[in-house]
């Protein structure tokens, strides 16, 4: 009898999906046999959608094998939000060669960037087997986005072009559009973010926390029994998609957490109605589980070197390398060199809305900016911290991406003391102190006190080399540690002069990727606060752009939201590139810098290049982790 029962449900879990569009048979993950066998879940093909996303493995990467269980480190509990993000189950999301294409969803379809209709895969589930389904997008929508209660600020600043907000409408259980009268080129790469624009939610789930369907009774009971202020305080914490602190809040990522904050080790399970499959009818992930065991950040390295994680780049530095090669050759792992897709590894910002009125007349001037890039002694610093891995560069995108050219990263960047001090002398600084430093117009030394964030040796390795060069041409450079907190406020409130920091976020993007970062849109550009505090808050805090090339950057970055071709968005993203090039905004000083990334050698699938960066590929996610697999002797 226990016989026939096997036999039965190894049947029941290869029946093929008349909606496949052709016999398709599926394999039942072995460690869901047990519970799929007693009732408690359905076979497989009952669980994955009509038409589930089918992944075609071939080349460098295999069909694999289920089970076995990936260990990584993390230095805090809030990591646990990588697992969302390496994860990268998203309604659409990047490909490798950086194009948009429907994951989450079975299709979308986008009318002059204005309309986008949504269409979703029948059949779909939640991790706990409720239907997926457009009520969960209704629901965001009307009784969150739209309910002052729960945002308090109206819907996400996303979907407001112009100040109009979208006609939304739920033609049936399966489709969802959003119309807009001008264009909205902001929406579908939102979607595809890391941290994602959540458009939609469990209905089932959180309808029993929010006071449209719960009652007053049971809300205050719940209010008194978490300690909240109020029902939207108790909504908002059990509805943290991100941050997976709520094993009991329904997922559609390939793992769940399934362990309550506060721990030491988090435990992320396989769900079981997660929407993909291999060409095999071998439902994804491979790997059953991620065990996520939290140590100081500081201990990442040495623990990694230990062989007590099976992929791990987080708090992993360029200076662990040698570290981490020389622990390999006793230890069951691989270290891989990574690239990293941001504009500069480092890059200074020179703060144009500084508060003292003589260093801010020198930095808005050009060839002040271009006389600080050209006394940098980029081929030292690449030689002397780097081992000459890296490349010499401004703060521009990468040539791995389709907007590159050889100027944008050269310009400016070969050391030219000569030039420098030419272009010194020409704005009226020949005079110089018994140190040999530069004085400027009001008699003072033209020392620059450079903001730091205190959270890397490399830094000030690079900040001492800087220091040297400078010195020769008459300038003095002081490194300023703090807290990341008062790094930031420093230069919000325009006392910081000068800081650095890491360079543009995403630098291979492709032109239907917003080029706002090249313009004043954010008070985190620490190259002008102010004007991009003025951007972001309608002109309600911040300043005005007074540099003529600073507002035809924000005119640029108006038109490429209302371009309606992609030869004009190509357009607009090159002269956005030329004047940065021209201007020398931010200093940027090296790139390529690779990364390391530690690979288990039981570890099947894991390229062995890649970019690892959040921009635009979620670090591992592009590369889907969900088709990682142990061979058989780790599983």
């Known amino acids: 009898m226990m016989r026939l029962a096997k036999i039965l449900f190894c049947l029941a879990s290869m029946l093929p999906l008349a909606a496949m569009g052709a016999q398709q048979h599926f394999i039942e993950?072995?460690?869901?046999?047990?519970?799929?066998?007693?009732?408690?879940?359905?076979?497989?093909?009952?669980?994955?959608?009509?038409?589930?996303?089918?992944?075609?493995?071939?080349?460098?990467?295999?069909?694999?094998?289920?089970?076995?269980?990936?260990?990584?480190?993390?230095g805090k509990q809030k990591d646990i939000r990588q697992i969302v993000i390496y994860g990268y189950a998203r309604l659409v999301c990047y490909a490798p060669d950086l194009k948009l294409e429907a994951d989450i969803l079975e299709s979308f379809e986008v009318v002059e960037n204005r309309i986008f209709t949504l269409r979703l895969r029948k059949g779909h589930k939640w991790s706990d087997g409720h239907p997926f389904t457009s009520e969960d997008f209704r629901y965001y929508w009307e009784d969150i986005a739209m309910n002052p209660a729960l945002a308090k600020g109206g819907p996400n600043k996303i979907f407001l072009v112009d100040g109009e907000l979208p006609q939304v409408e739920f033609p049936d259980p399966y489709t969802v559009r959003y119309s807009w009268s001008k264009p909205n080129p902001y929406f579908l790469?939102?979607?595809?973010?890391?941290?994602?624009?959540?458009?939609?939610?469990?209905?089932?789930?959180?309808?029993?926390?929010?006071?449209?369907?719960?009652?007053?009774?049971?809300?205050?009971?719940?209010?008194?029994?978490?300690?909240?202020?109020?029902?939207?305080?108790?909504?908002?914490?059990?509805?943290?998609?991100?941050?997976?602190?709520?094993?009991?809040?329904?997922?559609?990522?390939?793992?769940?957490?399934?362990?309550?904050?506060?721990?030491?080790?988090?435990?992320?399970?396989?769900?079981?109605?997660?929407?993909?499959?291999?060409?095999?009818?071998?439902?994804?992930?491979?790997?059953?589980?991620?065990?996520?065991?939290?140590?100081?950040?500081?201990?990442?390295?040495?623990?990694?070197?230990?062989?007590?994680?099976?992929?791990?780049?987080?708090?992993?530095?360029?200076?662990?390398?040698?570290?981490?090669?020389?622990?390999?050759?006793?230890?069951?792992?691989?270290?891989?060199?990574?690239?990293?897709?941001?504009?500069?590894?480092?890059?200074?910002?020179?703060?144009?809305?500084?508060?003292d009125p003589v260093y801010r007349e020198l930095l808005r001037n050009l060839d002040f900016r271009h006389a600080l890039s050209l006394a940098i002694h980029r081929y030292e610093i690449n030689q002397v911290v780097y081992f000459r891995l890296v490349e010499e560069s401004n703060n521009t995108v990468l040539r791995e991406g389709p907007l590159y050219r050889p100027k944008y990263q050269e310009d400016?960047?070969?050391?030219?003391?000569?030039?420098?001090?030419?272009?010194?002398?020409?704005?009226?600084?020949?005079?110089?102190?018994?140190?040999?430093?530069?004085?400027?117009?009001?008699?003072?030394?033209?020392?620059?006190?450079?903001?730091?964030?205190?959270?890397?040796?490399?830094?000030?390795?690079?900040?001492?080399?800087?220091?040297?060069?400078?010195?020769?041409?008459?300038?003095?450079?002081?490194?300023?540690?703090?807290?990341?907190?008062?790094?930031?406020?420093?230069?919000?409130?325009?006392?910081?002069?000068?800081s650095i920091w890491s360079g543009l976020e995403n630098a291979i993007p492709t032109a239907e990727n917003s080029p706002k970062d090249l313009a004043p849109t954010s008070k985190y550009q620490y190259q002008w606060p102010k004007w991009g505090s003025y951007y972001e808050s309608s002109g309600k805090s911040g300043e005005a752009p007074d540099l003529p090339a600073a507002r035809r950057l924000v005119e640029l970055n108006d038109q490429w939201a209302r371009a309606r071709s992609h030869e004009e968005r190509v357009d607009i993203w090159h002269q956005m590139l030329e004047i940065n090039r021209e201007q020398t905004f931010t200093i940027g000083i090296v790139n390529h810098v690779p990364h390391p990334v530690v690979v288990n050698n039981y570890l099947r699938n894991v390229p062995q290049k890649g970019f690892y960066d959040i921009a635009p590929g979620a670090y591992f996610g592009i590369y889907k982790p969900d088709t990682f697999w142990f061979d058989e002797a780790r599983r």
Do not use: C
Request: charged share 25%.
């Open 412 to 498: 400016w960047i070969g050391f030219d003391l000569e030039t420098a001090n030419r272009l010194l002398d020409e704005l009226g600084l020949e005079q110089r102190d018994d140190r040999g430093v530069r004085l400027m117009s009001d008699g003072r030394p033209l020392e620059i006190m450079i903001q730091t964030a205190g959270e890397s040796t490399e830094q000030t390795d690079v900040l001492e080399l800087i220091h040297d060069s400078w010195l020769q041409a008459g300038i003095k450079l002081y490194s300023v540690p703090s807290t990341r907190e008062v790094f930031r406020n420093r230069i919000f409130s325009g006392e910081a002069i000068m």
């Open 29 to 74: 993950t072995p460690s869901l046999a047990e519970r799929v066998q007693s009732g408690e879940l359905p076979p497989v093909a009952q669980r994955i959608p009509q038409v589930p996303r089918r992944l075609e493995l071939g080349g460098e990467f295999s069909p694999g094998q289920h089970g076995g269980q990936m260990r990584l480190l993390m």
């Open 189 to 355: 790469p939102a979607l595809a973010g890391a941290r994602p624009l959540y458009i939609y939610k469990p209905a089932h789930y959180l309808r029993q926390f929010h006071a449209s369907y719960q009652s007053e009774e049971k809300l205050k009971q719940m209010i008194d029994e978490m300690g909240k202020r109020n029902w939207a305080g108790v909504h908002f914490s059990r509805d943290r998609p991100y941050k997976a602190t709520n094993p009991d809040l329904p997922s559609l990522q390939p793992w769940v957490n399934s362990t309550y904050p506060p721990s030491d080790r988090f435990i992320f399970k396989r769900n079981p109605y997660y929407h993909r499959i291999d060409q095999n009818g071998r439902q994804l992930p491979y790997i059953d589980s991620i065990a996520v065991n939290i140590a100081s950040s500081k201990l990442v390295p040495a623990k990694t070197g230990a062989d007590e994680s099976d992929l791990q780049a987080r708090y992993l530095r360029m200076d662990n390398y040698t570290f981490l090669k020389t622990a390999a050759k006793r230890s069951n792992f691989d270290v891989r060199l990574w690239q990293t897709a941001k504009g500069a590894h480092m890059a200074l910002y020179p703060n144009l809305n500084t508060n």
